[in-house]
């Protein structure tokens, strides 16, 4: 048995997506701007110091 989102030639990554913007859109408007603060992808890059 294939998932549905495998037979239709998306990988998870895209389905999840596509499942958490349609989430996001379906909030009303004062909690919409909060979610979208959340999903921003922020990452932070430390070098490691050589001894």
């Known amino acids: 048995m294939v998932a549905f989102w495998r037979q239709a030639g998306l990988s998870y990554i895209r389905y999840s997506q596509i499942c958490a913007k349609a989430a996001r859109d379906a909030l009303k408007q004062q909690h ?13 890059v430390a070098k490691q110091k050589k001894d």
């Open 32 to 44: 919409k701007v909060e979610a979208e603060k959340a999903a921003a992808a922020n990452i932070k």
